[in-house]
């Protein structure tokens, strides 16, 4: 590897002294040069990575974000390469997640199915989508090594940044800095957002146009966390979960043996169109629902999912997706699943209980990704600092109130005839599940006028599907592919 190290812009105020001793410059960039070899292609690319500050209203620094930018080397048409902006979620994760694990030109050193292997560290990404649009990673107030400046106190603003419309304006405002700062603005934009960054990204979708005047390809939505399902309740946020029980119970062969013969895709299907055209409107009568079509639906559940039919009954048909990751291998091994990826197994102290002792999966993750990062940053791109990298950082207090990302995300596709969506997930995702996601999908354009504009990839794994390597190759491959297709190409943004 060959490394120039050059430093931009160092602005040091006293005032983002973030603990005693330790500070982070506010405006500062470290510029290194990499290559890698993707699809049998050497790309040689330049990455920095530093902080730009995001300004109030005065044009004073309130935060200072870190972030890592990818650029491929020699390329002669900057103006038409695509940018791909990245954000995980949580609220409060730091962009490690896709950045060390997807899209990026390194990735963990994991084994081929995502688990964690020693000496920790990282990789070249062979299936990198560097090679067609060069990327940002972007680490919102307090994640990775962000921070709002100061760190804490009564001075901090918290309301500022730490809630769904908070989170998308500042945002948006530090975008344009970054596109101003970086000449990127005639350049194709994508935006893609994991998990909590799924509703992000549907905010930003309409904030970058009617705040930023910044309009965008497309956006992509990666095991999007959509809250007006997830944390509403009632029959259809519960009767949605089936078909993910469905899934990763076919994972762990717990299904009846005529479903366990069929392909994951094919029973699927029938556990979908169960949910929709049966279950949700059962489960809508609530207690009123008559004794036989309540035992009907516990018995077509219980065939759909591998759980005991009296457990389904003795919770009114609507199952916690805690007690399924507790209960469906009970008697199976006596193990738990996990709740972002179901695909891993976890022991508890015993064996009765409705919710696992602890999520095996991120467990898991968090062997490997924390080591990696820490190197990665530090050794690899020379981004020195005693500041923590926070793997989740402290935003929470978090406002959830006034979310009309949704209606965001579609009056900027109205708006934005170039603006195409593509949704992805995996299949035994428990906490943002695959087909919560197909149905914020469905709902986001009532009037279906634009439907053809949205598309859903389904993959073998969990939360994090790309963890998978199988899964990282193709879901790289459909972002190129969706990039490919989304792209203007000389064609008028007009109806």
Excluded at 72 to 89: E, H, M, Q, T, Y
Excluded at 298 to 322: C, R
Excluded at 354 to 374: G, V
Excluded at 462 to 479: Q, T
Aim: charged fraction near 20%.
């Amino acid at each position: 590897m060959r490394t120039s190290i050059s430093t931009l812009l160092i602005l040091m105020l006293s005032s983002v002294c973030l603990a005693q001793g330790r500070t982070i410059p506010v405006d500062t960039a470290i510029t290194t040069q990499h290559s890698v070899t993707i699809n049998g292609t050497t790309v040689n690319y330049t990455a920095k990575t530093g902080t730009q500050p995001v300004w109030d209203e005065m044009g004073k620094p309130t935060a200072a974000l870190h972030y890592t930018y990818y650029t491929r080397n020699n390329v002669k048409d900057r103006a038409s390469r695509p940018l791909l902006i990245s954000f995980n979620g949580g609220p409060g994760s730091g962009s490690v997640w896709m950045h060390l694990a997807y899209t990026g030109p390194r990735v963990l050193k994991i084994d081929d199915e995502g688990y964690p292997v020693q000496p920790y560290g990282v990789k070249e990404n062979p299936f990198s989508v560097l090679d067609v649009t060069d990327i940002v990673y972007v680490n919102p107030a307090n994640t990775g090594y962000s921070r709002t400046i100061p760190e804490t106190g009564k001075e901090v603003d918290r309301e500022k940044f730490f809630g769904i419309n908070a989170d998308i304006k500042y945002l948006a405002e530090w975008l344009n800095t970054f596109v101003t700062r970086n000449n990127r603005w005639r350049s194709p934009k994508y935006i893609i957002g994991e998990s909590y960054g799924g509703t992000r990204v549907m905010g930003l979708s309409l904030a970058l146009q009617e705040q930023q005047w910044m309009y965008l390809n497309g956006v992509i939505m990666v095991s999007p966390a959509d809250y007006k399902v997830i944390r509403v309740g009632g029959p259809v946020s519960d009767a949605l979960k089936l078909p993910y029980f469905t899934a990763a119970a076919w994972h762990h062969k717990a299904l009846p043996a005529e479903l366990q013969e069929k392909d994951l895709l094919e029973v699927l299907p029938e556990s979908e169109a169960y949910t929709i055209n049966t279950l949700i409107p059962a489960m809508a009568k609530g207690g009123f629902i008559s004794d036989n079509e309540r035992r009907a639906a516990a018995k077509k559940m219980a065939y759909y999912s591998g759980l005991n039919e009296k457990d389904i009954l003795d919770q009114n048909l609507a199952v916690p997706t805690s007690f399924f990751w507790k209960n469906l291998l009970k008697e199976k091994g006596g193990y738990t699943i996990g709740r972002l990826d179901s695909r891993y197994l976890g022991i508890d102290k015993q064996l009765m209980g409705t919710r696992p002792d602890y999520n095996s999966e991120l467990t898991s993750w968090l062997h490997s990704f924390t080591p990696a990062i820490n190197y990665y940053l530090q050794e690899e791109l020379k981004f020195k600092t005693d500041i923590k990298y926070n793997m989740f950082g402290p935003v929470h207090p978090w406002n959830n109130e006034n979310d009309n990302t949704r209606d965001d995300l579609r009056l900027a596709m109205a708006q934005n005839p170039y603006l195409n969506v593509m949704v992805q997930s995996g299949y035994y995702d428990g906490a943002t599940t695959y087909f919560n996601a197909k149905y914020t999908m469905w709902q986001v354009d009532p009037s279906g006028r634009m439907k053809d504009r949205f598309s859903f990839k389904g993959y073998r794994s969990g939360h994090m599907m790309y963890l998978r390597r199988e899964d990282l190759k193709n879901a790289n491959d459909d972002i190129r592919a969706f990039i490919a297709k989304t792209l203007a190409n000389g064609k008028s943004a007009k109806y």
